[in-house]
């Protein structure tokens, strides 16, 4: 099923639930090829031109299509509006990922290691969900963690994101200069206008963890109104805190999540470090 | 006949010829053949076969790395519609042996059964084969093979081998070999020891395997695959399927590339037995995951040194432990072995050196051929001594190394004189003089050279520069008395030459190097390279650098044979010896310049056929002291390489690699060059990248996802210093093997590099990031 327009797909997937979308396969066939999916039928989404750009609401809120590539997205006019999430599009994969894979797919994949997934957690944004003659708008962390999954017959069509006008920061760890999948990633970004600073962690958890407490703290540290300057100490007490936040003593053994008695395992130590530098490089980055 | 040097008199002509005409002869750098088919996407590769009527073949596989195989039931299989057959071990004719579960197999040791009976060995091991008419029904009804495995404590950590229970009837030791030469009781006032390991590289041909089977009216069958070593897979199929060799032809078809050897035997004696069975053509087409388990891998290994030297750094003794981890079986893990404990003193003196190497079996993936086997393993830790020698006795790298390195004539730890060219202090200084990379500027714009690549976290305050150095050898043919030949038929009609020669070319450039020779011998430049196949006479398999010297040799010798028939009824004519004419740009000129005829001319519509054959000297077994002149010739190569860490994140980006070789003669500059670039590219992966980890004998990443090959962003700028020409006199054309030895150098060198920027110690490869971490 190729429909042209969005009412058309979702009336689609109206009379098909086992139908499953597809933009730009590049997870969706690697799991066909590899034998771990046989979809009964597709719906392409490759001609709906409307979810492929972006429009702009209450002067505040810009609305991407769940179809932008992660091409369009590392232009510099998007890297304008939202930085961060052009810097996580631009490090996605090889050229011929970004060309096809789209915004929408990262989410619906949602992989643990999903370089747009800690970015529009840390943006706190929220997706459009359409069914036939219905739609409803779910946090995009409340998606991934699973509290209001996606029901059967919808369509994930746009992501609203807010505009902050301010500095944000994507940064991964990948171990090579190549495009690979990160071992750690962090996205912050700055919002002035509430004095925050909102912090994620991708990779190293299934869903992009934010390090609430760190974020609070280390936004009291600023100096707002005026050179936004941070003591260098502050930046790397930052680090730290974030890498304590979200990564358990018991990283990559069973149940790490569980209280460990015999402290931190090597790979916890190892991440932590990992996690840290990301995190004092981001907000050195996003202070600068 | 002429001698080998006078035949390098035609290049020089292309030259003058205005540049209009494609590069000719020997000393040239025409463009590979297959380059541009394979650049159009138009070269036909294995996978794109195809036979009116055929059949899709697909392998059952262990998902234990060892068990008991108490039952399998095909019947499920066997019903599902569209299913022509199904074959299990219980289908191969009896062995020689007479065991009813088909004759073993292997390069050297035959211990590897074409599909497991009884036990299976390793993780993927093939277990059952179906042929359908549609692929997909082929591979659900080998999801329809019910097979009952009772599963057994594997053995995974190779130190365990020794005293485990025998996984085989052959037992758990593939080979010991005890290397003592000099005073056991010498010491040194400086003493080094280290510990290293080297992990599991995988060839991940970009090509995944593939065939196609066609049945003969005389029993016997056809097999179209990209193979690198067409009689012997072909003799080892015809073992397996109790037919004589004759009946058994194999056609290499679309090699696409290869470091190793291709096509694995469970393959292909499964895909000729199911057209054997269904009297139909059968196509297996391999799943990049099946490939990962379908051909053998390097050797991870292990390494325990201790160099003792004097105070300025001269070595006196060496003694050491390796650790070979051959997997499940044999295949050529003996030769690996035997390459590791004589090279494993590197290109340095040393009087005293004390060597106990063993190769085990595991119920790891066998490990096989895969370009330097036993050599690099061996070159990481030698070279890491030798960085360690040069810290502790506070001197330059290079002055260490330019201290110890041996020259034309010095012997190896195995008695061997190095006989063939060997001036390893020639190429050291080679890359110590060429200058360094610029150092990296604070500067957005040049962000991307920073370690972790385009968009990556680098941060230029955490990042250090480190240069090593590293010095390697390999040998090149077969070692320990291995019969090495290769015979060659030229034949000229018209104005064009043929070469029908069995040697494939596997990516190695030989069907290029093939017409240049025959085009400096002949004069002609219109060259054929028959398609090789299993019917031609023995060229041998493509591996160790053969190729250029054996089968190339026979090429020379044949096409000299052509001309001496050629020429030798003209030079009777004109009453002047043969050696007084020449031919150039398709024409027979005199020395002094009176005839001046065309070759079609003098051929006078004949063809002109001659074939010859190619044996370099024997060599020897290592013995019990491991001593012999066990190598026809070695090859040596010194390395630079330059890196950036990010020491906060570990993370490595190889700036530069400069690269020494000596090449004997450069028969082809342009593609020596293209080989070293692919060599250090491998080289680089190994150090970084690349490492196919297992999990209690479990493939963890058998896909190229998972399993991290470099990509032009990890792979560094190669610069080759200098290619040194000394022919070495025992070789045809003086030339030697290039493609080894490089990416034996160049792990040991980014090592060796990465530890020069964090000051660790650097153990192990591939380098994890959290070994390039400091504090």
Known sequence: ?288 | MTSPTDIGAAPQQDGDAGGTTEPFGLGSSPLRSDALPKALGIYPYAADLWAEGLLWGAVLRSPHPHARILGIDTSAALALPGVHAVVTATDLPAGPDGSPDGAPSGPIVADRPVLAAGVVRHHGEPVAAVAADHPDTARLAVGLIVVEYEPLEAVTDPEQAFTAPPLHPDGNLFRHLPLRTGDPDAAGEIIVEGLYQVGRQDPAPLGAEAGLAVPRPDGGVELHLSSTDPHGDRDRTATCLGLEPDRVRLVVTGVPGATSDREDLSFQVTLALLALRTGRPVKMTLTREESFHTHTSRHPALLRYRHHADADGTLVKVEAQILLDGGAYADVSAEALAAATAFSVGPYNCPNVFVDAWAVRTNNPPAGRMRGEGALQACFAYESQLDQLAARIGVDPVEVRRRNVMATGDPLPTGQAVTCPAPVAALLDAVAAEPLPALPVDDPDAEWLLPGGPGGAGDPAAVRRGIGYALGMVHMLGAEGEDEVATATVRVSGDHATVICAAVDAGQGFATLARQIVQSVLGVSEVYIAPADSDQAVAGPAARGRHTWVSGGAVERAALMVRHQLLQPIAADFGMSVELLQIAEGKITSYDGVLGMPVAEALEGKELWATAQCRPHPTEPLDEAGQGDAFVSIAFCAMRAVVDVDIELGAVRVVEVTVAQEVGRALNPRQIEDRIEAGVAQGVGLALLEDLRTEGGVLANPSLTGYRLPTALDTPEIRVAALLEERDVVAPFGAKAVSAVPAVTAPAAVAAAVRAATGLPVGRLPIRPEDAVTG
Request: with cysteine; proline share 8%.
């Open chain 1, 1 to 288: 099923m190729l429909p042209a327009s969005l009412d058309e797909a979702v009336e689609a997937l109206a009379a098909h639930p086992a139908a499953v979308p597809v933009a730009g396969a590049t997870d969706l066939m690697e799991a066909v090829n590899a034998g771990r999916l046989r979809p009964a039928s597709l719906v392409g989404l490759g001609r709906i031109t409307e979810l492929r750009g972006w429009r702009y609401e209450d002067g505040g809120t810009a609305v991407l299509g769940a179809g932008l590539t992660h091409a369009r997205m590392d232009r510099p006019d998007f890297a304008a509006l939202i930085p961060a999430l052009a810097d996580a599009a631009r490090t996605a994969g090889p050229p011929q990922v970004r060309n096809v894979g789209t915004l929408g797919g990262n989410i619906a994949t949602a992989a643990p290691a999903g370089d747009t997934l800690p970015v529009l957690a840390a943006l706190e944004a929220s997706v459009t969900l359409a069914r036939a003659g219905a739609t409803r708008e779910v946090p995009v962390s409340h998606l991934l963690t699973g509290l209001d999954p996606l029901r059967p017959g919808e369509l994930l069509t746009w992501v609203r994101v807010p505009l902050l006008h301010a500095p944000q920061v994507f940064l991964k760890a990948t171990g090579r200069s190549g495009p690979a999948r990160a071992t750690a990633s962090v996205a912050l970004v700055l919002d002035p206008a509430r004095r925050a600073v909102r912090c994620a962690v991708g990779a190293v958890a299934p869903v992009p963890l934010r390090p609430l407490e760190a974020e609070a703290w280390v936004a009291g540290c600023i100096d707002w109104d005026g050179s936004r300057e941070i003591d260098p100490a502050a930046t790397a007490a930052f680090g730290e805190y974030v890498a304590a936040a979200c990564v358990p003593d018991g990283y990559g053994a069973e149940g790490a999540w569980e209280a460990v008695t015999e402290g931190p395992s090597a790979a916890a130590v190892r991440l932590r470090r990992t996690v840290a530098v990301l995190a004092r490089r981001a907000l050195g980055r996003a202070l600068k």
